[in-house]
């Protein structure tokens, strides 16, 4: 039963005549079908096991629908909120949804390094006080579970090494 599949194989799909051919047709093709299962099962394994994905914006239930407020908008809001601390330069906002589809605000900033200042922990913590209530009294957003600031870059201060 084998040798008459391996012949049927072998006609179809290979040069059956010489087994040394054979067995390395084999082999290739064993080979390139064990690399592509790889492949796809690392892929869904990415895409399963990836937490974070961008949420378009914030929706926010009314008395005659819903309103949605875009991730832009919450974006531009906080750049303006930036602007009241001198410390950090706001260099990239995201809004993302975690894996339990609560919303997460992330923030990248710069922090330029002054001997004489506050330190970041001070100034982030009255930061996120700050953009909570803006974003409670301007638009209504209540549910930002999480603000995480990632200090990308400092600026050391001219004349200062």
Known sequence: MTAKITETIGNYLFNGSDG????FQCG???GAMVALIFVLVLGLLLTVLRGSRRARGVALASAHGRILISATAISDLVKSV???FPALEILKV???HDRKKTLRLSIAVSFPYNPDGESIVTVSE??????????????????????????RKGKPKPGFY
């Open 20 to 23: 040394e051919i054979f067995a």
């Open 28 to 30: 290739y093709l064993t």
């Open 82 to 84: 930036g602007t009241e």
């Open 94 to 96: 995201g809004l993302y």
């Open 126 to 151: 009255n930061f996120k006080t700050r953009l909570l209530d803006v974003l409670k009294h301007n638009l209504g957003i209540e549910n930002i579970q999480n603000i995480e600031i990632n200090v």
